[in-house]
């Protein structure tokens, strides 16, 4: 069976204009509240990078090389970023949006447009 994060892969790959990968890897606190209101907590960014699809080998390989820079993360959030022209974005085009994905992330927006998995190539749902 293919992994969620090959799944995404493969489709940047088939998309007609080519496409940037936007990872932004990070630690989730969670808070056990009462019965009523169930559990709660914080994610906090760790890092970001961006990638073309030819760069990501595999899931495996991603996670070994983001825990070679930083291994306190639990999930990761990913978004695309399309060319146009026929042409590649660029790492300073990315700049921006993994900006943007942090400050969504930090000031409590809609993260609905992200694809999120955990460690396992699961998929996370995140509930405001």
């Known amino acids: 069976m293919s992994s969620n994060f090959k ?15 936007l990872i932004m890897l990070a630690k989730s606190e ?4 009462d019965k009523e209101k169930g559990m709660s907590g914080t994610i906090t960014p760790v890092i970001c990078v ?3 699809p030819d760069e990501i080998t595999s899931f495996e390989d991603f996670i070994k ?15 695309g970023l399309s060319g ?3 042409e590649m974005p660029t790492p300073e085009d990315a700049d ?4 943007q994905m942090v400050n969504n992330l930090m000031s409590g927006q809609d993260l609905s ?7 396992n190539d699961d998929p996370v749902d995140i509930f405001p």
């Open 96 to 99: 921006p949006i993994l900006n």
């Open 84 to 86: 146009e022209n026929n």
């Open 50 to 52: 961006d990638k073309t």
């Open 65 to 79: 090389e983001a825990d070679s820079i930083n291994s306190d993360w639990d999930m990761m959030f990913i978004a």
């Open 113 to 119: 447009r992200y694809l999120v998995l955990d460690r």
């Open 30 to 33: 969670v808070e056990e509240n």
């Open 7 to 21: 799944k995404m892969i493969d489709a940047a790959k088939a998309q007609e204009q080519p496409q940037r990968i």
